[in-house]
């Protein structure tokens, strides 16, 4: 049972990232699906989230409007489209599953490795 989560690299602001989230061992069709980030010095924080149908996502105040999360349950992948890049974005960001859309950490079970997003001004 792994996740593994891809796509991170150095964007300038106000670029466009997408990072994946894949499974291998387990199908995420009945997983919620968590992004989580976690900037040096700061403790991780969710950035979005989304329910295993697809139908009910969640963005903190800060993503919103710039962020897009998605699955392809076909593909047993989810996406966070991230667009308009601040160098606040600059984090390792995670990938979760779990069964409820919660930003509550406690509430995954199964973790990414994280990839690094770097965003420079």
């Known amino acids: 049972v792994q996740l593994q989560a891809s796509g991170g690299g150095l964007v300038q602001a106000g670029g466009s990232l997408r990072l994946s989230c894949a499974a291998s061992?387990?199908?995420?069709?009945?997983?919620?699906i968590g992004w989580f980030r976690q900037a040096p010095g700061k403790e991780r924080e969710g950035v979005s989230c989304?329910?295993?149908?697809?139908?009910?996502?969640y963005y903190a105040d800060s993503v919103k409007g710039r962020f897009t999360i998605s699955r392809d349950n076909a593909k047993n992948t989810v996406y966070l489209q991230m667009n308009s890049l601040k160098p606040e974005d600059t984090a390792v960001y995670y990938c979760?599953?779990?069964?409820?859309?919660?930003?509550?950490?406690?509430?995954?079970?199964?973790w990414g490795q994280g990839t690094l997003v770097t965003v420079s001004s």
């Open positions: 061992g387990f199908t995420l069709d009945y997983y919620a």
């Open positions: 989304i329910s295993s149908s697809g139908g009910s996502t």
């Open positions: 979760a599953a779990g069964s409820v859309v919660t930003t509550l950490i406690d509430e995954y079970d199964y």
